[in-house]
């Protein structure tokens, strides 16, 4: 692992990465309760301990965040030693780790093949604020969307990640964080709600959400389970560039506060920016989030709006954006253009976003600007990209400074 900018990090536990040997075993991370009843009771665990067994490893590997059978005290050593023998609970390996000069940190993560296949590789954001800290997840090693203002829709879809890859990265964010409680802790306790470092997810990071939807579900459900992460899901968002026939789905089965990369308020510009717009276009998106299962003023949908110079940005877009928003419980992101090395497109001015979230908010929408992150270590909204592809360092180097030249490092 090389670390870039690295200060000091408090963990709890060190993350045991996977061996060659635990690359190839069936990981237990990820699996319903039910899968991992099945997967233990094939190993030859008797029908009457089951249950007990799997309440017990979800505890060690939810809770309490190992990742080593042997951290597991209460599991007798023979059973310890069946379950090294046939599973692995291992974090998949840190290849890199940035800190930018806001805190946020971004991770590029090797998942190994487990069985056939290529080892894979994401990146996987964290942003800090004030009393709460967000973590990005992707869903997919690169996008088979091709947005056109977006860095991952440049790299060509390798693959979905399992629901154990999707929940690696949060494991792994709260052993890198510190954010698992100590070895101490009472075996049974609680994730405490308060204090954690990792508060909020949203799947925003590589890949289309909606396109890897079981896996995706699975993941999420753990993550919010009271016996898993135990993380609320109003504090789980998933943004979706507009996969419209699992928009109500993801409302009545994953339950989660739901984002619509929105960009453009009329279908001939929205079908370039956002092609998927050509297959669900505009009415029938809204139409679907009107029908967004719990909707209410204190559970809205967020709206993403990228702001890109001369193409969306001006005062008749924000008009149509209101209009077109009527009488959907909206919150609005204006999400200034976040750069790439390669890109066509350029972050409106500050005075237009300014004029555009005045038009926004005396209609009634509250400081829609989100603020960029992380943009110095590309870590920031659409910057994210990896594998054979990812810059070689000369190349990011070279961009950092002239971001820095173009922005302020701090922008
Ligand atoms: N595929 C999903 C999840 C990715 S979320 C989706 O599109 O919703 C990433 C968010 O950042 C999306 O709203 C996306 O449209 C936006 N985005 C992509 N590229 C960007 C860029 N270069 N600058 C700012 N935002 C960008
Ligand atoms: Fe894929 Fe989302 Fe990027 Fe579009 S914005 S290319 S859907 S990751």
């Not at 039910?34 to 799997?54: F, H, I, S, Y």
């Not at 309440?55 to 590997?61: A, F, G, H, T, Y």
């Not at 968002?237 to 089965?253: A, D, F, K, M, N």
Request: aromatic share 6%; glycine share 8%; proline share 6%.
């Amino acid at each position: 692992m090389s670390v870039t900018d690295a200060v000091a990090v408090k963990s709890s536990f060190s993350p045991v990465p996977a061996t060659a040997e635990q690359n190839t075993k069936p990981s237990l991370i990820g699996l319903s309760r039910e899968e991992m009843g099945d997967a233990l009771r094939q190993k030859g665990v008797p029908d009457r301990q089951v249950k007990m067994r799997v309440s017990q490893i979800w505890n060690w590997v939810y809770v309490r965040g190992v990742s080593d059978f042997d951290h597991m005290s209460n599991v007798a050593k023979d059973m310890r030693d069946m379950l090294k023998t046939h599973f692995t609970i291992a974090r998949p390996e840190i290849v890199e780790e940035q800190v930018s000069n806001d805190g946020t940190r971004k991770w590029l993560l090797r998942f190994p093949p487990r069985g056939a296949g290529r080892p894979v590789e994401v990146e996987t954001v964290y942003i800090p604020e004030e009393g709460r800290g967000t973590l990005c997840i992707s869903s997919q090693v690169g996008c088979s969307l091709t947005c056109s203002f977006c860095h991952t829709g440049t790299q060509r879809l390798v693959r979905n990640l399992t629901a154990e890859e999707i929940l690696s990265q949060l494991l792994l964010a709260r052993d890198r964080l510190g954010d698992f409680p100590d070895r101490d802790v009472p075996v049974g306790a609680m994730v405490p709600a308060e204090g954690r470092k990792v508060s909020n997810i949203v799947m925003m990071g590589m890949g289309e959400p909606l396109y890897n939807f079981e896996a995706v579900k699975q993941a999420l459900l753990i993550a919010s389970d009271g016996d898993g992460l135990s993380l609320s899901k109003r504090r789980i968002t998933l943004s979706t560039s507009g996969v419209v026939p699992e928009i109500i789905r993801t409302g009545e089965e994953i339950g989660v506060m739901l984002a619509i990369s929105l960009h453009a308020v009329r279908d001939d510009l929205r079908d370039i920016l956002v092609p998927i717009n050509k297959k669900y276009p505009l009415k029938e998106l809204i139409d679907a989030c009107r029908k967004y299962p719990g909707l209410s003023n204190a559970r809205r949908i967020t709206f993403e709006y990228v702001m890109l110079k001369d193409v969306n940005d001006s005062l008749e877009d924000a008009k149509g954006l209101i209009q077109l928003l009527k009488g959907v419980p909206a919150k609005i992101n204006l999400i200034p253009f976040n750069p790439w090395p390669g890109t066509n497109y350029q972050c409106s001015e500050w005075s237009q976003i300014a004029r555009f979230a005045d038009f926004i908010n005396s209609a009634g929408y509250a400081s829609p600007i989100r603020t960029p992150r992380g943009r110095d270590i590309l870590a920031a909204c659409g910057q994210l990209k990896s594998e054979s592809e990812r810059m070689r360092k000369t190349e990011r180097l070279a961009f950092e400074a002239m971001m820095i030249a173009n922005h302020g490092a701090d922008d």
